[in-house]
Every structure is written in C-alpha cells, then in structure tokens.
C-alpha cells in the first residue's frame, strides 16, 4: 500500500524493483472473506465490513480469551501459526486504541490504489497467503496482472493475513531473490 501510494505522487525513475508483499490497493471492504454474505446480499458484503469490523471504535477485551484467541486465529491466521504468534498479534491490537484502529480501518476501507501500479515500471514481486480472509489471494493475482513488469506471484499456503509473522523465512528468501535478479 505505501508503495504505490508513494509511486502515485513520486517520481518513480529512482526504483529499480518493489516488493508488494501481502497487500491490496482497494475494495478491500467489499472483498474481504469475514463477513460471509449469501450471493444475493453481496452487494451488502461492504457496508456491513465498514460498519462492524473496518471502522468499529468499539474497545477490545484487555485479556485474553479461548473465544478472543479463536478469533484472532480466524482473521488473521493459518492452521500452523503458533499460540506465541496469534498471542504476539493479540498485544500489538489490544494495545492499539479504539478510535486509531477504526479511523485506520475506514482509510483502508476507502482506499483505492490500483491507479498507481503502471507507474512501476521495474520488476515487482508480489506475495500473498492462500488463507487471507483480510486481503484474499484474488487481490495479489489482480495486481500481478496490471503490474507493467511481475517479476515474480508467490502464493504460500496455509498461511493467513499476517504471512510475514507466519512465514518469515520465505519471505526474506522471495526478497533476496528480486534483490539478486535485479542486482541490487
């Protein structure tokens, strides 16, 4: 997201490759996977996310839960991530304010970015995870294609929204990759 927030207003003659790594650039709303909604209400999907999750000022429990845990597993987890993992998430969110949280989400939920892609023109990696029901792997396979120069679309399975807690390993690997294929 900041990437193509900068390449949007920048001069972008300065990059030689980027990295959008477990991202998406807009409807983000109306595309998430938390709020299941039958097909006829999908046009429902995104109001709903905006109200109850995206800008939601309501205060998070101080201490931790099984239901609470459970939870934060489904947002933004995938089957193999450690207690230490989703408990580490559960802080940095707790610790978060209501209102920052909301006015972050509302931000995200307004945000459309995909403008900005063909303005990098280097080669550009794409990450994502296959259990994201944040930012869906259809959101990095919709930047792959309007990329004007993808080096490179990983997907990881079994990996959820927080693919760099997860997956640490794979994706300094994916990063030294693009670094050595555009000499960097």
Do not use: K
Not at 37 to 46: D, E, K, N, Y
């Amino acid at each position: 997201m900041s990437i193509a927030a900068w390449a949007e207003h920048h001069d972008i003659n300065r990059i030689r490759a980027a990295a959008l790594l477990f991202t998406g650039l807009g409807s983000l709303a109306s595309e998430q996977l938390l709020v299941p909604v039958a097909r006829f209400a999908h046009r429902l999907r995104a109001p709903i996310a905006r109200r109850a999750f995206f800008g939601t000022r309501l205060p998070l429990p101080r201490f931790s839960s099984p239901p609470m845990y459970a939870a934060l597993r489904y947002v933004a987890f995938g089957p193999s991530a450690s207690p230490a993992l989703v408990a580490f998430w559960e802080q940095m969110l707790v610790s978060c304010a209501a209102d920052v949280r909301a006015a972050v989400g509302m931000a995200l939920a307004d945000m459309e970015l995909h403008q900005a892609l063909a303005r990098l023109s280097g080669p550009a990696l794409v990450m994502t995870r296959a259990q994201d029901r944040l930012t869906p792997p259809s959101h990095a396979r919709r930047m792959a294609s309007e990329l004007p120069q993808l080096y490179r679309l990983v997907e990881l399975p079994e990996t959820g929204h927080m693919g760099p807690l997860e997956r640490p390993s794979e994706v300094a690997n994916a990063l030294r990759d693009l670094a050595r294929a555009c000499a960097l």
